[in-house]
């Protein structure tokens, strides 16, 4: 996560060259030696935690393996070929899909409403932030169990207030509302993540123009929607590659506690499969394959964001 | 997490060279049982390290059986096994054909023990050994088992629970209908393994080909032809009448059944521990019904784990875990295990020493499991379940039910899906150990 802001703020430096001509290159003098060193210990973390694992689930998906190693065959692309195949995993992929972007919608959209409500608010501020950002400290399983129990049809009391609404709830039934049910647990184990973003951003707005826009007559949300949202973009654009990448990979657990990815598979995204082939069903080539593919599909996602969204963006402030 | 597993093995390796000599022999042993089972399989290991001053065998928690496959396997990449692991039943085919194992019967005999290999409970001794010799040493033995609340069913006219699913249904749909309890009876977490494979066992019905793959691994799934399919669409009706719960996640089958919500369950002859503890209702329990025109019922097939000696070991450890084994066949042992946990006892002098004793007598529910796995002849409908990838198929299954219960799929559509699902996994294995035998290496 701080690479990844790093990232933006380095962006937003690129667009503004007359900063960076202040930096002095030459701290470390002529030597490549102390910045080596004192970059081993990052490299090294990459090395062990990031490139080498990759370089092996590269080469296990091309493998058909037993689990304990004894047996290996090459089998080319056959695991690719099979995944792209499968009508479960062409599921997977539309599921993922949905409950991405859904999620993404509805954290970041409660995220400004929240955000726009206690910037407006003077008296106890810090205490409904405090309050909000909360879930962030529950961990995911635990959010998870929490919601699958609120929501639960046989003894959820939430499941039996919608039952009282005649509404036949049954995320262990229906698909459509397991899938709200876990977009819904993901969401609001998120939405505090997104919030003390948009709550920095708003701290960044020109007090002065606000003013000068009361002054003209505009109301708080004209204010908020013509002033601060365009304001707020960089944060936006940031938070919105930041949710994909949460739901891609981190809703693993939320997933694992509510659904176990069912019924019928309405709720086992990408990272989940990944984790059920390989860690449950011990088919390590396919899970290799699946993790290949989902790594391609969350660096062409970031890419089209950057190259489509970031144009939309301002910087300038 | 090969590496990791390695680094932090070795880190205790090196604590373990600084450390004082240690007299006694130390055996690992990898297990999955928590709760009430792992407190007894933990008293179970103390007495056995208690009983000689030879080797002391840890007893380490992995978590669930598919942390412990996971474990075990991360530590044969990193060459750091442990001795002994216990893995589910679903995994024989795995440990089998890995090249990673010990057969049990082997080590037993090389090292000088004496277990009657004979005298093992039939499904159990013919689960476990391949060829004749048994693979691994069985464990925790169990089978699905019908419970009920004696209240729900007085109140509503019947005595105990009807031998026959028709039968049954009429009592279900009675209980409902009269408003005794919210729900007749709850869908089982594990309803792959009570309701249609050992459906399939007790009604005759075959579920693979080649005698439900003990004859090779050329075998294919046929349960789309069999009477699964009606089983599954009346498990739908059910359903779809109120008369079956589901508990979904974060909430157990058993919660509702033990809590009198629902008035039957189905689940293993082990939750005996926890349904004493926890049940404020007026339980009891009866075997598994059967379809009314199948007579005689036949036997219902084992699940459970069993304990798997890995390979790469020193002789003087492999005499540690001998020495276990033999402790774990004793019947002693056994009538101790049977009795503490609701597991099968796993021979008939075990089982025998049991009645002889009165146990059957208090504990009349504890009998079921052994006379219900021991009905009638094992036939190779009945003598159990040997898939490749078993784990895989079952989750392919599984998924194809749920689409029936969602609604989306017919079952007969949902079912032939499923196989061919299944089929496809199963290939996948036999293409990966094809013309392979089992390690018969000796330690």
Same mark, same amino acid.
């Given at each position: 996560m701080p690479a990844a802001v790093a990232g933006s703020s380095r962006r937003s430096g690129r667009r503004r060259p007359?900063?960076?001509? &202040?930096?002095?290159?030459?701290?470390?003098?002529?030597?490549?030696?102390?910045?080596?060193?004192?970059?081993?210990?990052?490299?090294?973390?990459?090395?062990?935690?990031?490139?080498?694992?990759?370089?092996?689930?590269l080469m296990q998906s091309v493998l058909l393996s037993d /689990?304990?190693?004894?047996? $290996?065959?090459?089998?080319?692309?056959?695991?690719?070929?099979?995944?792209?195949?499968?009508?479960?995993?062409?599921?997977?992929?539309?599921?993922?899909?949905w409950f991405t972007v859904a999620q993404n919608v509805l954290t970041l959209g409660s995220a400004l409403v929240l955000a726009f409500a206690t910037d407006r608010i003077v008296r106890g501020r810090s205490a409904y932030r405090t309050i909000i950002l909360l879930p962030y400290a529950i961990a995911p399983a635990i959010a998870g169990i929490l919601w699958a129990f609120l929501f639960n049809p046989a003894v959820g009391p939430l499941a039996q207030v919608?039952?009282?609404?005649? @509404?036949?709830?049954d995320p262990n039934l229906n698909p459509t509302d397991a899938l709200i049910l876990v977009t819904l647990a993901a969401?609001?184990?998120?939405?505090?993540?997104?919030?003390?973003?948009?709550?920095?951003?708003?701290?960044?707005?020109?007090?002065?123009?606000?003013?000068?826009?009361?002054?003209?007559?505009?109301? /708080?949300?004209?204010?908020?929607?013509?002033?601060?949202? /365009?304001?707020? &973009?960089?944060?936006?654009?940031?938070?919105?590659?930041?949710?994909?990448?949460?739901?891609?990979?981190?809703?693993?657990?939320? @997933?694992?506690?509510?659904?176990?990815?069912? /019924?019928?598979?309405?709720?086992?995204?990408?990272?989940?499969? $990944?984790? $059920?082939? &390989?860690?449950?069903?011990?088919?390590?080539?396919?899970?290799?394959?699946?993790? $290949?593919?989902?790594?391609?599909?969350?660096?062409?996602c970031t890419l089209l964001q950057f190259r489509y969204f970031d144009r939309k963006v301002n910087y300038g402030v | 997490m090969g590496r990791k597993v390695a680094f932090i093995a070795a880190l205790f390796g090196a604590l373990a060279l600084v450390g004082p000599a240690q007299a006694r022999v130390e055996v690992q042993w990898w297990h999955a049982m928590s709760g009430v089972l792992g407190d007894r399989l933990n008293e179970l290991v103390e007495k056995f390290n208690k009983s000689q001053d030879k080797y002391t065998i840890v007893a380490v928690a992995k978590?669930?059986?598919?942390?412990?496959?996971?474990?075990?396997?991360?530590?044969?990449?990193?060459?750091?096994?442990?001795?002994m692991v216990q893995i589910a039943e679903r995994g024989y085919m795995t440990m089998l054909l890995s090249g990673a194992i010990v057969p049990v019967q082997d080590l037993v005999e090389q090292k000088g023990y004496k277990i009657d290999f004979s005298d093992f409970i039939k499904p159990v001794a013919s689960f476990w050994s391949y060829k004749g010799r048994m693979s691994a040493m069985p464990f925790n033995s169990s089978t699905p088992i019908f419970w009920y609340n004696k209240d729900h069913f007085q109140k509503a006219g019947f005595d105990k629970p009807a031998d026959t699913w028709q039968e049954l249904e009429k009592q279900l749909y009675t209980i409902k209908s009269k408003g005794i309890s919210e729900c007749g009876t709850v869908l089982p977490g594990d309803f792959y393994w009570s309701l249609l494979e050992n459906y399939s066992a007790i009604n005759n019905q075959p579920y693979g080909t080649l005698a439900n793959g003990f004859d090779g691994l050329g075998t294919e799934f046929v349960y789309n032809k069999t009477k699964v399919v009606s089983q599954v669409a009346r498990l739908k009706k059910w359903l779809d009448d109120?008369? =079956?719960? %589901?508990?979904?996640?974060?909430?157990?089958?058993?919660?509702?059944?033990?809590?009198?919500?629902?008035?039957? *369950?189905?689940?293993?002859? +082990?939750?005996?521990?926890?349904?004493?503890?926890?049940?404020? %209702?007026?339980?009891?329990?009866? *075997?598994?019904?059967?379809?009314?025109?199948?007579?005689?019922?036949?036997?219902?097939?084992?699940?459970?784990g069993a304990i798997w000696v890995m390979k790469g070991h020193t002789p003087e450890r492999y005499e540690a875990v001998a020495a276990f084994l033999d402790f774990v066949a004793q019947p002693e042992t056994q009538v101790w295990w049977h009795g503490a946990t609701g597991y099968v006892p796993a021979t008939n002098r075990a089982y025998a020493v049991a009645r002889e004793r009165g146990y059957y007598k208090d504990h009349p529910t504890r009998? %079921?499991?052994?006379?219900?796995?021991?009905?009638?002849?094992?036939?190779?409908?009945?003598?159990?379940?040997?898939?490749?990838? *078993?784990?895989?198929? =079952?989750? +392919?299954?599984?998924?194809?039910?749920?689409?029936? *219960? +969602?609604?989306?799929?017919?079952?007969?559509?949902? =079912?032939?899906?499923?196989?061919?699902r299944g089929n496809e996994i199963l290939r996948q294995f036999e293409k990966l150990n094809a013309g392979k035998t089992p390690e018969t290496e000796r330690p």
């Open positions: 007359r900063e960076e001509a &202040g930096l002095k290159r030459a701290n470390f003098g002529d030597s490549p030696g102390l910045p080596t060193l004192l970059l081993l210990p990052q490299l090294l973390i990459l090395l062990f935690f990031f490139f080498i694992p990759s370089l092996r689930a /689990p304990f190693g004894t047996n $290996v065959q090459f089998v080319w692309f056959d695991n690719f070929k099979t995944l792209l195949a499968s009508g479960d995993y062409r599921q997977s992929i539309a599921v993922t899909f919608l039952h009282g609404l005649g @509404i036949a709830w969401s609001w184990k998120h939405i505090c993540y997104d919030y003390i973003f948009l709550v920095v951003g708003l701290l960044a707005v020109p007090v002065s123009l606000m003013e000068a826009a009361a002054v003209d007559g505009a109301g /708080p949300i004209r204010r908020f929607v013509s002033i601060a949202l /365009p304001m707020l &973009g960089p944060t936006i654009f940031f938070l919105t590659v930041m949710n994909f990448i949460y739901g891609f990979f981190e809703t693993f657990a939320i @997933i694992d506690a509510v659904t176990k990815g069912g /019924p019928a598979g309405a709720t086992n995204i990408l990272v989940y499969k $990944v984790f $059920v082939d &390989g860690f449950v069903n011990l088919d390590l080539g396919s899970s290799a394959a699946q993790s $290949v593919l989902l790594m391609s599909f969350a660096l062409i | 978590g669930n059986y598919d942390e412990v496959t996971n474990g075990v396997i991360a530590a044969y990449r990193a060459k750091r096994p442990p001795e109120g008369v =079956m719960q %589901i508990a979904g996640q974060g909430f157990s089958p058993e919660q509702l059944f033990t809590s009198g919500r629902c008035s039957t *369950f189905v689940n293993s002859t +082990a939750s005996h521990g926890n349904i004493e503890r926890n049940a404020t %209702i007026n339980w009891s329990a009866t *075997f598994l019904p059967h379809e009314s025109d199948i007579n005689p019922p036949l036997n219902s097939t084992i699940g459970g009998e %079921i499991a052994v006379l219900q796995l021991s009905r009638g002849t094992p036939n190779e409908n009945s003598r159990g379940f040997r898939f490749g990838n *078993f784990v895989q198929t =079952m989750l +392919a299954q599984r998924q194809e039910v749920e689409a029936v *219960f +969602a609604g989306q799929k017919q079952p007969q559509q949902a =079912m032939d899906d499923a196989v061919k």
